[in-house]
């Protein structure tokens, strides 16, 4: 046996990749985490459950296509179904047919791991209530790729999805999200990003906002600051591409006694006890509890 020291200096390892032949699978739903940007971030395990699943499916078949193709995984005679929030009451028989007979599997979203503000919830859902096994083949996230690289606290977060695109209806949701104690995490459209960041600045300038774009990607940028600088910030106006926005936690809030009593005697003028110090703490802040035995005492209860 030679010496691995006689290899020529100009050969290239070997390259991993998914076993040439299909290795039969256990039974089960396959939810297959995909990459968000560079194709390389896929899983050896992801590529080994692809190459060897009995059924596909895919909330794009051709972007599932183009991964597989890209790294060398044979269709061998295999259908990619489409499964996506359109089509699912009609797709989801069939795969559901497939695990009842001892079949395994996958599915893909079209970039990242499946569930996450993507298609699949049902179908998992009904695959575990049919007896049949699900399992978690985790990889890329574009919620938690941001956070990594947010800077923010990540010891307890929140993952918000998509807020509403009409104005009044996601002023009122971020209102009540930005009062929760964790960096929360969202995801926007690239059309929406500066009406969202205009909103957020209203209700707090001072919250450092992060806007993640095309993460994984060849243009990603990583855009940092206050609310208020970035409603202000014209690159907010011509973003393209995937967006996550990550927003750091609510500060401490101080208001004065004097302040407080105020706004609770305003609701209190329309208002019972407990709504009262519900909508004061809102406004203001702060919590619930603390607003409440305030408002008794004023009340006299």
């Not at 209530?129 to 010891?155: F, I, K, N, T």
């Not at 969202?196 to 919250?207: N, P, S």
């Amino acid at each position: 046996m030679s010496d691995r020291s006689d290899r020529p200096a100009t050969e290239l390892p070997r390259r991993l990749t998914a076993h040439v032949e299909a290795v039969r699978l256990d039974p089960g739903l396959y939810l297959v985490a995909t990459p968000i940007g560079a194709a390389r971030d896929i899983t050896l395990r992801a590529l080994d459950v692809l190459n060897s699943a009995d059924m596909l499916a895919a909330e794009d078949t051709r972007v599932l296509r183009h991964l597989m193709d890209i790294h060398g995984i044979p269709l061998r005679g295999r259908r990619i179904l489409s499964y996506h929030d359109h089509n699912g009451d009609r797709a989801r028989p069939a795969l559901l047919a497939a695990l009842a007979e001892g079949g395994s599997v996958a599915y893909c979203s079209d970039a990242g791991t499946p569930l996450v503000a993507d298609p699949g919830y049902r179908l998992a859902l009904d695959a575990a209530e049919a007896g049949a096994r699900v399992h978690a083949l985790p990889g890329p996230s574009a919620a938690l790729a941001a956070l990594s690289v947010a800077g923010l606290p990540s010891d307890r977060f929140l993952f918000l999805g998509f807020p509403p695109p009409t104005a009044t209806a996601r002023q009122t949701w971020l209102r009540n999200w930005m009062a929760v104690d964790s960096t929360l995490i969202l995801y926007e459209s690239p059309r929406r990003v500066s009406r969202t960041l205009q909103d957020l600045a209203v209700l707090d300038g001072a919250r450092t906002v992060v806007v993640a774009r095309e993460l994984t990607k060849k243009f990603e940028e990583i855009i940092r600051g206050t609310a208020s600088d970035l409603a202000g910030d014209p690159r907010m106006e011509a973003l393209k591409g995937e967006v996550v926005m990550v927003l750091d936690r609510p500060s401490p809030v101080e208001v004065d006694d004097d302040r407080l009593q105020q706004v609770l005697e305003g609701y209190m003028a329309t208002m019972s006890v407990k709504d009262a110090a519900r909508e004061a703490a809102k406004d203001l802040g702060l919590p619930k509890r603390d607003v409440y035995q305030r408002a008794l005492a004023l009340s006299g209860q």
